[in-house]
């Protein structure tokens, strides 16, 4: 993570562990998780909150961009949080 430099990717500062965890120093990513946003802004709901579905198909069009980036340059990843 911390020699990607993409902005897709939350940025890794650092990390440590001790004798019984490993921990990550990163960049905060405020915000909410992708499956809230896209359930309270689903087209069943007569209004839309929070951008609608313009801003839903930007924020998986991001999340795309940031998994390109990881394929491309042969990143293996679990975990991965979007």
Known sequence: MRECG???I???YG???DHEH???IMELAEGRDVYSL???NS???NRFKQGGEPAIRFILA???LGLEEMHSKGYIYND???
């Open 10 to 12: 939350t940025q890794l």
């Open 43 to 45: 087209p069943r709901i």
């Open 22 to 24: 490993y921990y990550l």
């Open 6 to 8: 993409s902005n897709f």
């Open 80 to 82: 991965l949080k979007p």
């Open 38 to 40: 896209i359930k309270e």
């Open 15 to 17: 990390s440590f562990r």
């Open 62 to 64: 991001c999340i795309i």
